[in-house]
């Protein structure tokens, strides 16, 4: 949960949750197209001995087996970039979360990947709500997340996925959300 907007005196909370579009995937997805595309027109200069790069001579690559396995990671490496450029293109895992005291309602929202399942809506009620729960792991692969912890056992995280968040925000952001549904706060 990033973003916090609030209206109407209070009644509505909402959190933005990042999805794809963040400053790293997009620096990943321009390195992974420049590297992708080199290696592919390497490939090809070798094969059509023809110089295609304007910076290398790669016509003097024999094409097997140098010129092949160029166009091999050069053909790999644009589709890793393809895949990249169009998650952040579909802003996979972006939405929001919003709570709505009024009318009792709780509304999660993502954005998945296109097809049949591409959006992701789940509503319940706020009475539904058992608690909200902080799971904090820290080490070589640290994980700070919130969920919303129904009655029925099921979990719901509200946190985005990916950079973890800093510590005083995923408590202070929790203690915030426990206060506005007016339900405890598990896992401090």
Do not use: H
């Not at 579009?21 to 080199?38: D, L, M, Q």
Request: aromatic share 12%.
């Amino acid at each position: 949960m990033t973003a916090k907007t609030t209206t109407s005196i209070d009644s509505v909370l909402r959190y933005e949750v990042l999805g794809s579009r963040r400053f790293s995937n997009y620096w990943w997805a321009t390195i992974v197209t420049i590297g992708g595309t080199g290696f592919l027109l390497s490939g090809l200069s070798s094969y059509l001995r023809v110089n295609l790069l304007p910076f290398a001579d790669p016509t003097e690559l024999i094409f097997i087996p140098q010129g092949i396995a160029m166009g091999f990671y050069g053909v790999c490496g644009v589709l890793l970039a393809l895949y990249l450029w169009l998650t952040v293109l579909w802003d996979v895992g972006g939405g929001y979360n919003e709570f709505d005291r009024k009318t009792g309602n709780i509304r999660i929202f993502r954005w998945g990947f296109p097809g049949k399942n591409r959006k992701v809506d789940f509503t319940c009620k706020t009475s539904d709500v058992q608690s909200v729960r902080v799971d904090i792991k820290e080490g070589l692969s640290p994980r700070r997340s919130i969920y919303l912890k129904l009655k029925d056992r099921r979990q719901f995280p509200l946190t985005r996925v990916g950079q973890p968040i800093a510590l005083s925000d995923v408590e202070n952001q929790a203690a915030e959300l426990a206060r506005y549904l007016q339900v405890p706060l598990e896992g401090l």
